[in-house]
């Protein structure tokens, strides 16, 4: 099970190393802003909707060169990059979803479907611990405001961890990447797929878990009632405890700003957030989030991971063209998160499902 090259890859880092030599981030400077705002007014005379917004449609000439850097930088260097410098409070609700969109689309002009109503874009004020967008290739996070007090987004790297996974703890290791993981699939009566955690090539780790979608879920066991999805066993629990340890003993701290543009190889990074307390007044935490993918330099999708990523991407990569897309501008009044899942596309059940109604008295 070892991976050629792993040791050196630039994927394979530590908090430490990354402090030492700064990550890839974007600085939007004047010139860019009156770029990017020139090319937004430009955009608004089209009368064209936000799922139009292409590098075609809101060209930005010389930011560019810079942009295509930070997504290779994504997809074959440290993983993630920022884009720095625009100040959201500047800008109406809709033109910073077209920002977002235009900017993203530099770093993977696909975007995933990330529910069943169509929505493009989702807005999140939580999310739950060491997980992936299980479905992305890449993860877009533009910040509109932040916490009073933590909230703060970590990132680990999976091929430091299994560095450390196939020295000290190959039990856990092979627990892993075993394809044998029951993972519920949207559906009542509750359905459910076996696959690995870990995905190990002669080049990639790639990592495709949540946690809220494994085995018997917690709130289905405590009814005491039969559901076709079996739990976890004691090693499979064990894994995922070395998993999240590990994932926390090699975390590094994105600092954030107001208005960053945060995009994260959703394949090779687990990502996960602190607790939180947000002002007592004014905006609190909020996070915008795209489902990307870029097909100049995307990854390759092993087959044990492909129902989820076609559930985001469609069949083959080929999105679903009769779908109507929607980019909500606001968030939800009142924020519901999840109740089963930390957010993967494939497995996100609507609100009217419930796992535990078929095995209700």
Request: glycine share 8%; net charge negative; hydrophobic share 40%.
């Amino acid at each position: 099970m070892a991976i050629q090259g792993g040791a050196g890859h630039p994927m394979a880092w530590t908090a430490q190393d990354l402090d030492e030599a700064n990550p890839q981030v974007v600085e939007v400077n004047e010139q860019d802003v009156t770029e990017l705002e020139e090319a937004l007014a430009n955009f608004k005379t089209l009368g064209l909707g936000p799922d139009a917004v292409t590098r075609a449609t809101f060209p930005l000439p010389a930011l560019q060169a810079r942009l295509a850097e930070a997504s290779l930088d994504v997809h074959q260097g440290r993983g993630f990059a920022i884009v720095r410098g625009l100040d959201p409070r500047k800008y109406a609700d809709e033109d910073n979803v077209t920002i977002f969109l235009a900017i993203a689309s530099h770093i993977g002009e696909q975007r995933g479907l990330q529910d069943k109503k169509g929505s493009m874009l989702t807005h999140v004020t939580d999310s739950k611990p060491w997980h992936c967008d299980m479905g992305a290739d890449i993860l877009a996070l533009h910040v509109r405001s932040l916490a009073e007090t933590g909230g703060d987004t970590f990132v680990a790297s999976s091929w430091t961890i299994y560095k450390e996974l196939a020295a000290s703890y190959p039990e856990a290791l092979a627990a892993l990447c075993d394809p044998s993981w029951p993972i519920q699939v949207s559906g009542n009566p509750p359905r459910y797929i076996l696959a690995p955690l870990l995905h190990v090539s002669e080049d990639k780790i790639m990592a495709s878990l949540d946690p809220g979608r494994l085995g018997l879920h917690p709130a289905t066991a405590r009814t005491g009632q039969g559901s076709p999805v079996p739990d976890l066993s004691p090693l499979q629990h064990e894994a995922l405890e070395v998993l999240s340890m590990l994932a926390s003993k090699y975390r590094y701290r994105l600092d954030m700003k107001q208005g960053d543009m945060i995009f994260i190889n959703n394949l090779a990074l687990l990502h996960a957030r602190d607790s939180y307390v947000d002002p007592k007044t004014g905006p609190g935490r909020h996070l915008v989030r795209l489902w990307l993918r870029n097909p100049e330099h995307a990854w390759a999708i092993p087959e044990s991971m492909k129902v989820p990523w076609e559930a985001a991407f469609g069949p083959e990569g080929n999105g679903f063209p009769d779908v109507q897309k929607k980019y909500p501008v606001h968030p939800a009044p009142v924020y519901k998160p999840p109740t089963y899942t930390a957010g993967s596309a494939a497995f996100i059940i609507e609100d009217s499902e419930n796992v535990n109604s078929e095995y209700s008295t």
